[in-house]
């Protein structure tokens, strides 16, 4: 495989043929998209988190519902960047971290980029974040809270992910599988 290939990894508990990047939330950590990584076990980790999610959720409605989770598996040429509107955070800093926290908690676009990557934050971002800005009574976050905050994530002990999040940009991924997650 040539140097600007990459495999790419999405996992899910929705059996889909195309990607629809309006289809997620927008509250993720960089907004409303495609959220892809380079790391097989991190998707599929994924995966699997959103399946306990989804059975517990019909079980507090009293539903045994069987979920299967799903590893899709995507080429993409980083050549096709080139034409596309990219951010790249290379380190989980202090301008990552106030990209997610807009992103977070917001219920609309908070920005126009085709292509996002960066480090990934884990589950207690929402609660982390929630935290501190409570703290701060809902002003800026200083330098010192915003360290805090990447602190409490630990951003660093996980894999980067690459964000689609145009339709343009999306429609540039190769399909080439999908499985279902044992």
Do not use: C
Request: hydrophobic content about 40%.
């Amino acid at each position: 495989m040539a140097d600007n290939i990459i495999t790419l990894y999405h996992g899910s508990i929705h059996d889909f043929g195309k990607i629809d990047v309006t289809r997620g939330r927008f509250n993720k950590d960089f907004g409303r998209g495609f959220y892809t990584s380079r790391d097989v076990r991190h998707a599929e980790r994924l995966a699997l988190r959103n399946k306990e999610i989804e059975q517990e959720r019909y079980a507090f409605r009293g539903k045994n519902v069987s979920v299967t989770p799903l590893l899709y598996t995507y080429e993409f040429d980083l050549r096709k960047m080139d034409t596309l509107n990219v951010q790249e955070f290379a380190k989980p800093d202090r301008e990552w971290m106030q990209f997610v926290v807009l992103n977070r908690m917001s219920k609309t676009p908070r920005h126009d980029f085709d292509i996002v990557i960066g480090a990934t934050a884990n589950d207690n971002t929402r609660v982390s974040i929630q935290t501190v800005l409570a703290a701060a009574g809902g002003r800026v976050l200083s330098e010192k809270a915003i360290d805090a905050l990447i602190a409490l994530i630990e951003p660093s002990k996980l894999p980067p992910q690459i964000f689609f999040g145009s339709q343009r940009a999306a429609d540039l991924l190769q399909f080439r599988g999908r499985r279902i997650i044992r």
